[in-house]
């Protein structure tokens, strides 16, 4: 007879890892034949069940018909805020630790809920918003809603019926896990939340952060396209937003750094590729500070908020200004909370306009460089996958960025002139071979 307890099992589809797992799961045949041959759990077939997929493909869109196009009439885009969210789509925000991104949650939800400019953005589409939050507690979540409802002067009850509020602190809204067999899957909670959505109305869903939602590897671009696949099947179910918070990776000096820059995003490039509007937090730079006469101690409570990408929408002209103001809750007459709470910047900031560009010159810049560096002789051209090595290294640059930004950065060959080093650089490519390479030259004098 089998000992149950001693039963080793492979891990399930759904983490099961012994017989009452198993049991609870329904995959009961491969342990009655177990114990009826008297097999031990290493003598059990080491295979798992081929995971179901729960999400059905749809069937091919046939086009427009040609007879249809004069009687289409193009309805607006469902934004809620005008170029960062908007119905049926996701949206990331990233920041730093300590940036502000659980308060900028709660102030964007209240906004959202009450219709109201209370941190300077427009509401197009006011609605029911639901936060859930899988690193803070409930407590925690209720200080920062209590908090902005008293500094912005209404009663906590007067929106209640519009805002939801979920804690995962401990028990993680969890959406798609990676198996032993290398394949990502959806969880129950995919389907549960999608009529949870439904049927509460909700027209904004965010879940803090991206990277407590899944079971998988986070760097994987493979893994997060799939995990992003899902959260665009719930927004396109469900009609309504989703929003993800997300980390940026670290980055040293310059607080405005990654401002408007989706390459400093932690993680797959993959979550911002799917991502059809993507924003950013930063907190003001000494330098910035300095050019407006801002006192340190303020300048630690500006946060700016940028665009790094707009799919449905122009590039914003120039950063947007929040304040970060803190809030006492008066919860203890000896030791009361403060929390902090985001209003609109007092300041303008006109001149400031969006980090991106700079961003953008400064690699462009870095690449030249190190394009020149080559030794290239006049003449002589060399496919871009040859010295990809090199210019990641002596430009510190991704090979992404070098690949989607080349033709920013050189002219296309007869096109135009790019000078480095007093010597004329362009690129290259037979556009009669799909697969032929991207070559860098260097002209003749």
Known sequence: MTNLSRMRLPRGPNGEKDPNDYARSGLTEELREALNKGDSAENIAHTEPEA????????????ILPEDIDRIEIPPRPWVIPGRIMCGTVTCIAGPPGVGKSAFEIATALSIASGKELIGEKIQEPGRVWIYNNEEDKDEMLRRYMAFCRFHGFPPSEYMDLLRLSSGYGSPLVIAKKVSSGEVIPTPRVGELIQLIKDSQVLVFSVDPIVSTHHTEENSNSDAEQVMALWRHIAQETGAAIVLPTHIRKTAGDSEAHAG??????GASSVVGAARQVCTLARMSKTTAKEY??????????????????????????????????????NDPDHPDWV???????????????????????????????????????????????????????ADLSRSWIYDNLVKVLPKQFSAEAEINNSEY???KDSTKQTAPIMICRELP
């Open 293 to 330: 006469g801002i006192d340190d101690s303020e300048r630690i409570h500006l946060v700016r908020l940028d665009n790094a990408k707009a799919n449905y929408a122009p590039p914003a002209e120039s950063a947007h200004w929040l304040e970060m103001h803190n809030q006492c809750l008066d």
């Open 261 to 266: 820059d989706m390459e400093f995003i932690r």
């Open 426 to 428: 362009t690129w290259t």
């Open 52 to 63: 179901k997929e729960t999400l059905e493909s749809p069937p091919l869109d046939e086009g």
């Open 340 to 394: 902090g709470v985001f209003r609109k910047s007092p300041h303008e900031f006109e001149r400031v306009t969006n980090a991106r560009d700079q961003n953008f010159n400064d690699r462009a810049r870095s690449l030249r460089i190190a394009i020149s560096m080559l030794g290239l002789q006049p003449g002589e051209k060399r496919p871009l996958s040859a010295v990809k090595e090199d210019l990641m290294a002596h």
